[in-house]
C-alpha cells in the first residue's frame, strides 16, 4: 500500500512511527499569484515535482486586504524582495469604522477560494491542503501600515471596531475554504513579536481575536498550523491556542526546540530548515538542522519545512537535493 502525504501527516500529530519524517516547502509565486487557474496549476507542479506531504497554499501576502481599498506593488517579489503598498485601506482613525465587510465568495477572496477548489480537484486528497490566513491584527496592520502603532495607543475603539469586522470575514474565508475541502488553516501571525508591541498591547489587540478564528473553525478541521512570524516572539502568550501544530524560525529566536518540546509537548512542531539557507544553497547547514531537530523531537511530532516562506530565487536542484536528503536521513528517525 502507498504511503500517501496525508497518511503521514495524520501520523505525525499522533506522534505515531512511520517510514520517514514528512516534509513540505512553500514560497510565492510573483503575478502567477494573481491568477487562479495558473496559481493552482503551479502550486500542483510545486507539489508534484518535490513529492511534498501537506501542501501550503501559497496566495500573494497582500490577498486579505486587496477587497479593502489595499494597492500593492509586487515588482520586488522575483527579485527576492517583498510586495509593497502603495495605497492604504486606512488612512485616518473613523476609516476603521467605515470598513465595508466583503463577501468571501467574491473578489480578491473569491479568487483564492477559487483557486483552492481547483487545486484540491487536482490533489485528490492524496495530501492535506491547508489555507493560508493571517490573524486579524496582522491584516489591519497590513491596511494601514505605519499609523497601526499610533492607532492603537490614541484610538484603541475604532481599532477594535474595524477587528471585529476583520475578524468576522476571516473566519467566513477559512470556513469557506475548509468547505470546499481543506484540512485546516495555515494561519501567518507577523504581530505577536516584541519589536511591534508589548505583551499587553497584544493581549487587547490580538489573543481574543485570534482565538474567535481559531475556535470557530476547530470542529471543521484536522490540520491548523499557527506561524509565528519573525524574532523576538510573545510565543509563551500563543501556546494555548486551539492548533495542532506551530511553525516558527526556528534556529534564529526563542523558543528553541527543546524549550517548545517542554512548554507544549502535544503539539507537533513544523519547521527546522532554515529558509535562507534553502535561497543560498548551504545544504551542509541544511543538513546539520535536519539531524539536530530530528534528534531533538524524539516523539515522532516533527514535520520538517522551512520557518517561513523560501525567498527567491528558488533554485530547483536545491529542493530537489534537500528532499533526497531527508527522505534518506530521516527513515531511521521515524524508527525511534
Same mark, same amino acid.
Given at each position: 500500500m502507498k504511503i500517501t502525504g496525508t497518511? /503521514? !501527516?495524520? +501520523? +505525525?500529530l499522533r506522534g505515531e512511527k512511520l517510514d520517514r519524517v514528512p516534509y513540505s516547502f512553500w514560497t510565492h509565486l510573483p503575478l502567477i499569484d494573481l491568477d487562479p487557474v495558473r496559481l493552482a *496549476? *503551479?502550486?500542483? /507542479?510545486?507539489?508534484?515535482?518535490?513529492?511534498?506531504?501537506? !501542501?501550503? =497554499?501559497?496566495? =500573494?501576502?497582500?490577498? &486579505? !486586504? *486587496?477587497?479593502?481599498?489595499?494597492? &500593492?506593488?509586487?515588482a520586488k517579489v522575483p527579485h527576492g524582495g517583498v510586495a509593497e503598498i502603495v495605497k492604504y485601506g486606512i488612512e485616518s482613525p473613523d476609516d476603521w469604522t467605515r470598513l465595508v465587510e466583503p463577501d468571501v465568495t467574491d473578489g480578491a477572496l473569491g479568487r483564492e477560494l477559487d483557486s483552492l477548489e481547483l487545486l484540491l480537484d487536482k490533489v485528490k486528497g492524496e495530501a492535506p491542503v491547508v489555507v493560508t490566513i493571517f490573524t486579524p491584527l496582522t491584516t489591519a496592520s497590513k491596511l494601514c501600515g505605519p499609523l497601526m502603532l499610533k492607532h492603537i495607543k490614541q484610538y484603541p475603539e475604532q481599532v477594535k471596531a474595524g477587528l471585529e469586522l476583520i475578524t468576522r470575514v476571516t473566519v467566513n474565508f477559512a470556513k469557506e475554504a475548509l468547505r470546499r475541502g481543506c484540512a485546516g488553516v495555515f494561519c501567518a501571525n507577523q504581530m505577536a513579536t516584541y519589536s511591534q508591541l508589548t505583551e499587553e498591547e497584544y493581549i487587547q489587540f490580538g489573543v481574543p481575536y485570534d482565538k474567535q478564528v481559531l475556535n470557530s473553525i476547530s470542529n471543521d478541521s484536522w490540520f491548523n498550523i499557527l506561524h509565528i512570524h519573525g524574532t523576538d516572539i510573545m510565543h509563551k502568550l500563543l501556546i494555548d491556542y486551539p492548533v495542532h501544530a506551530f511553525n516558527w524560525h526556528i534556529w534564529e529566536t526563542a523558543p528553541s526546540v527543546s524549550e517548545f518540546i517542554k512548554l507544549v509537548p502535544d503539539k507537533t512542531i513544523v519547521g527546522g530548515l532554515q529558509r535562507f539557507h534553502i535561497t543560498n544553497g548551504r545544504m551542509e547547514d541544511l543538513r546539520h538542522e535536519i539531524k539536530e531537530v530530528s534528534g531533538l523531537v524524539n516523539n515522532n511530532k516533527l514535520i520538517l519545512a522551512p520557518g517561513c516562506v523560501i525567498r527567491y530565487p528558488v533554485r530547483q536542484a536545491v529542493l530537489e537535493e534537500l528532499t533526497g536528503e531527508i527522505i534518506r536521513s530521516t527513515g531511521t528517525v521515524a524508527e525511534k
Open positions: 497518511m /503521514r !501527516i495524520k +501520523a +505525525a *496549476e *503551479e502550486t500542483y /507542479r510545486f507539489y508534484k515535482t518535490y513529492d511534498l506531504d501537506f !501542501i501550503k =497554499n501559497m496566495p =500573494n501576502g497582500m490577498f &486579505s !486586504i *486587496e477587497d479593502f481599498g489595499c494597492v &500593492s506593488d509586487y
